[in-house]
């Protein structure tokens, strides 16, 4: 099942939250600030010791003080106009997500639009491609959210989720 929910992503109940991270997993504005004012300076110790993340693949630490058990930290890229791979190195870090989701055992989680904020992809774009993913990973896990940041984001995730939604 994927949910819609317009709110923070750092208090919903689920066994993983992803973060919409940057590549040197050291925390920062929006998603990511949140998620690691959040979880405690514990996080930023778990992801300092990850070396980074390349720009569409994701890495996992626990959720420390966050009710998610697990933080899954996916890079998505910079919008350099649309013809410089970025769709594809935005699905290849939501299937990355997933993937380490499985592997961790969860049966939840939770996404932000990743990429929409400071690195500048457009919404329609990378809500597109964030609910094709999900729709392909819904018969693995309990639940599936979508989290929105305002009701504006979270009524074109319902629209594209709606049944007959291209």
């Known amino acids: ?58 890495k996992l630490t626990p959720g420390f003080e966050l009710p998610a058990r697990w933080v899954i930290h996916a890079v998505g890229p910079v919008w350099r106009g649309g013809d410089a791979g970025e769709a594809d190195l935005l699905a290849r870090c939501y299937r990355r997500s997933f993937e380490l989701a499985l592997e961790c055992g969860a049966r939840s989680i939770a996404f932000p639009a990743i990429g929409t904020g400071a690195y500048g992809l457009p919404k329609e774009v990378a809500a597109r491609i964030a609910v094709g993913i999900m729709r392909s990973h819904e018969a693995r896990f309990e639940r599936i959210v979508a989290c929105c940041f305002d009701a504006a984001d979270a009524r074109l995730y319902r629209s594209l989720l709606a049944p007959g939604a291209p």
């Open 1 to 58: 099942m994927i949910e819609v929910v317009e709110g923070d992503i750092t208090t919903l109940a689920v066994d993983a939250v992803v973060n919409a991270a940057n590549t040197g997993l050291r925390g920062g504005g929006g998603v990511d600030g949140a998620i690691h004012r959040a979880a405690g300076p514990q996080l930023l110790a778990a992801c300092r010791a990850l070396g980074g993340c390349a720009t569409g693949d994701a």
